[in-house]
């Protein structure tokens, strides 16, 4: 898959974007070809939507891509972990103030690098890489309902921490 259609996108962090500046990255991407005349409006923008790979994507729901191809238990815990972080306002401002003030594309993709060569002993927005995962762990933990909270205790976090 083409640069393009990858990643993150451009303006991710520039002060305007929005859904309209979504639909401009995806609407940039060169078309795939699909059906014809017969779709309606509404298919062809679910195709155009279809068509582009970012780390994050809109669909008709939001779709955490780097997590789609690992195996069931990882991505059941990884899904835990995002909703105890993100089902609560104030704690992803929380998060957000911690993690922020680096230059928003180039931090996250310095973060990738350096996990992608040193692991878990890595250092990603000042921190060590184990330690955030420890703190985002406990602070998942505190705000999924009991009952979900297995997902973390039982899954592969739990060898990790």
Not at 2 to 15: E, K, M, N, V, W
Not at 19 to 44: H, K, N, W
Not at 68 to 75: F, L, T, V
Not at 77 to 100: C, M, N, Q
Request: hydrophobic residues 45%; negative net charge.
């Amino acid at each position: 898959v083409d640069p393009g259609r990858t990643g993150i996108p451009p303006s991710l962090f520039d002060a305007g974007f929005g859904f309209a500046a979504y639909a401009d990255y995806v609407l940039a991407a060169a078309t795939i070809v699909r059906g014809g005349a017969e779709d309606s409006p509404l298919q062809a923008a679910l195709h155009e939507s279809s068509m582009v790979f970012p780390d994050v994507r809109l669909r008709q729901y939001i779709e955490v891509r780097v997590a789609d191809s690992c195996p069931i238990e990882r991505a059941l815990a990884y899904a835990a972990l995002l909703k105890g972080i993100f089902s609560d306002r104030d704690t992803v401002r929380t998060w957000l103030e911690k993690l922020g003030g680096g230059d928003g594309c180039g931090e996250i993709l310095r973060a990738q690098d350096a996990l992608m060569a040193q692991g878990e002993g890595a250092r990603v927005y000042g921190f060590p890489v184990r330690a955030l995962l420890e703190q985002m762990t406990e602070t998942a933990l505190a705000r999924l309902p009991k009952d979900e909270r297995y997902y973390i205790t039982n899954g592969v976090l739990q060898h990790v921490l």
